[in-house]
């Protein structure tokens, strides 16, 4: 198995918004209380997070919705590597725009990776 390409400037860019047809995202930010996930998606009406860490359950990790469409969850995560994506909709499967790094998903597409120290 090919292991993923680890790029340290990629973590400066994971405090910066990117914008693509109206999804901004955000990279994860670890915190105190876990790292936390967070998409601006305005037209969402709901957003839940799949990953590894979940068995890639689209309704186990929903995240909550401000007022001004920016949605968010923090998750309890241990050491590691976790791969994840954002689903929109309960169908729209999105891969994040910021992460700290991609693998193939095996799918056609590329997961999100966020590294838990």
């Not at 994860?28 to 305005?42: D, N, S």
């Amino acid at each position: 198995m090919r292991r993923p390409i680890r790029i340290p400037w990629v973590a400066v860019l994971a405090a910066v918004s990117v914008s693509c047809a109206g999804v901004v995202a955000r990279g994860p930010v670890v915190t105190p209380g876990g790292v936390r996930f967070t998409l601006e998606h305005a037209a969402a009406k709901s957003v839940s997070l799949a990953g590894d860490f979940n068995d890639w359950s689209p309704s186990a990790h929903p995240l909550a919705r401000n007022g001004s469409g920016r949605w968010s969850i923090i998750v309890a995560l241990p050491a590691g590597e976790h791969k994840f994506m954002f689903v929109v909709d309960g169908e729209q499967w999105l891969v994040p725009p910021l992460a700290e790094d991609y693998v193939d998903d095996g799918f056609g597409s590329r997961n999100g990776v966020v590294i838990v120290r």
